[in-house]
């Protein structure tokens, strides 16, 4: 792991705790470094989604329902 020194404006690293609910600096600036990549990399799933093909036998298949469990 790398360790770094940058300057995060204190108040905005409280808005950020409080809105991410976490505690620490680390988990705060940790949690927005992944959230900021899992946004930035939905538009090419998004799209990898909507250009995927599927054949025939795939649209139509038949549903299955699963058993629910006795209680």
Do not use: C, W, Y
Not at 21 to 37: C, H, K, P
Request: charged fraction near 25%; charge should be negative.
């Amino acid at each position: 792991m790398t360790v770094t020194s940058i300057d995060i404006d204190p108040a905005e690293l409280q808005q950020a705790k409080l809105l991410a609910g976490t505690t620490s600096n680390r988990e705060t600036v940790d949690l927005a470094l992944r959230t900021l990549i899992a946004v930035r990399r939905q538009p090419a799933a998004v799209e990898r989604i909507i250009a995927r093909r599927f054949d025939p036998d795939q649209i139509d298949a038949q549903t299955i329902t699963p058993e629910t469990a006795s209680a």
